[in-house]
């Protein structure tokens, strides 16, 4: 039977490092995306309030007041902020998945690259930390848990997703959320992604020579984006939403007034591209790259069930339990779990779960586990702990 859904990819800034202006921009967003009658609209990685591309542009010990400011700007899971991007998926009906920076009542300079799948009844139905930071990631953000390794059935935008940029390179982690039953996957990524410095314009060829950095390719975050996602939809059999931040004029400014040297680099980097994927990895729908825009695209989740027919990596079709053998650890990891029970999830009797929060307690509670799922020794291979 056909369900098609509408779905909506935000390649926006954020205000650079200002929670409150972002938080109101994310609105205005969700909001518009509702009034086009969209079902789910996805922002990027660490939308809120920003990726922290200053750990790639310059030495650790001249970026204390980046990291600073960015701990002070973060956001509680249980905070005012994501409470008011609840009541925005309330009002306007829709869903949302938004990435942020999260810190830690516990340390004050523990922050995760997080993200949330809000319903269109302002309920969170997945809260996610990005597993493991990548490269100079690693200087900003603390590893993640498994606990939000979870496919919520959302009925309305059928079962949803979702890893943060690098995990799309991980196939025990994507393969976890094949394992549930995926047939929309979310992928969120930074507006770009610099490896390598660009030699100034004003440099010779005995200049540029002189140092490799300045001779490398640079990574191309576009073709990588793409292949890990077309790869994930193509094994899956699921629908992908890539969705990319965008580096305004102001985030470039602020950056490069702190490292000058930076300017050709980040003037020279491809920003990323938000855009959408069917289940044999092909394009479809609309494309917004290297500007600022909203792209839409009309998927038919119904597709997702043809291909399983010829490879069906969860289902024995295409499977060897016998041979293979995963183990999930989807408990929420903390200090707090040091020192206190953890107290289990309530169940609802639609299936919904209220999610694995650090509550005003100081309490984390135990991972949600989408509907049949519950018991540990989860789908096929795949076991939950």
């Not at 690098?166 to 196939?171: L, V």
């Not at 917004?288 to 825009?293: F, H, M, R, S, W």
Request: net charge negative; with cysteine; charged share 20%.
């Amino acid at each position: 039977m056909e369900k098609v859904i509408i779905a909506v990819a935000c390649n926006v800034a954020p205000v650079f490092l200002d929670t409150a202006k972002t938080v109101q921009k994310t609105v205005s967003l969700i909001r518009e995306a509702a009034g086009n009658r969209a079902d789910l609209v996805v922002f990027p990685e660490t939308f809120v309030p920003a990726f922290p591309i200053w750990a790639a542009l310059s030495a650790p010990i001249d970026n204390h007041h980046f990291f600073t400011h960015l701990a002070r700007e973060s956001l509680l899971i249980d905070g005012k902020e994501i409470r008011t991007l609840q009541q925005a998926c309330a009002q306007s009906h829709i869903f949302a998945h938004v990435g942020f920076n999260e810190r830690s009542r516990h340390s004050v300079g523990c922050l995760w690259n997080s993200s949330v799948l809000i319903s269109d009844e302002g309920e969170i139905l997945n809260h996610h930390r990005k597993l493991m930071p990548t490269f100079y990631e690693k200087l900003v953000w603390s590893p993640g848990d498994g606990a939000g390794l979870n496919v919520v059935d959302t009925v309305r935008c059928g079962k949803v997703g979702s890893l943060i940029c690098g995990e799309n390179t991980n196939p025990l982690a994507r393969w976890s959320l094949m394992a549930q039953g995926e047939q929309l996957h979310i992928s969120s990524w930074p507006p770009l992604w610099p490896t390598r410095r660009s030699a100034p314009k004003s440099a010779g060829a005995e200049g540029a020579s002189s140092s490799s950095a300045a001779t490398g390719k640079q990574y191309d975050n576009i073709a990588a984006n793409r292949t890990r996602a077309a790869a994930h939809c193509f094994e899956a059999k699921c629908f992908g939403v890539l969705c990319s931040g965008f580096m305004d004029q102001a985030m470039r400014d602020t950056l490069v007034k702190h490292t000058p040297s930076a300017a050709e680099t980040l003037d020279n980097a491809t920003q990323g591209a938000s855009l959408f994927l069917d289940p044999t990895g092909a394009q479809v729908g609309e494309q917004v790259q290297g500007e600022e825009g909203v792209a839409y695209a009309d998927l038919d989740l119904s597709a997702c069930v043809e291909p399983k027919q010829f490879h069906d990596v969860v289902g024995t079709g295409y499977q060897r339990y016998d041979v293979f053998d995963v183990k999930v650890n989807r408990r929420r990891l903390g200090p707090e779990a040091s020192f206190h029970s953890v107290p289990k999830d309530v169940v609802r009797e639609d299936g919904h779960v209220s999610p694995g929060v650090e509550s005003e307690q100081n309490v984390d509670v135990e991972p949600r586990m989408p509907s049949g799922t519950r018991d540990h020794q989860g789908i096929g291979g795949l076991r939950m702990i």
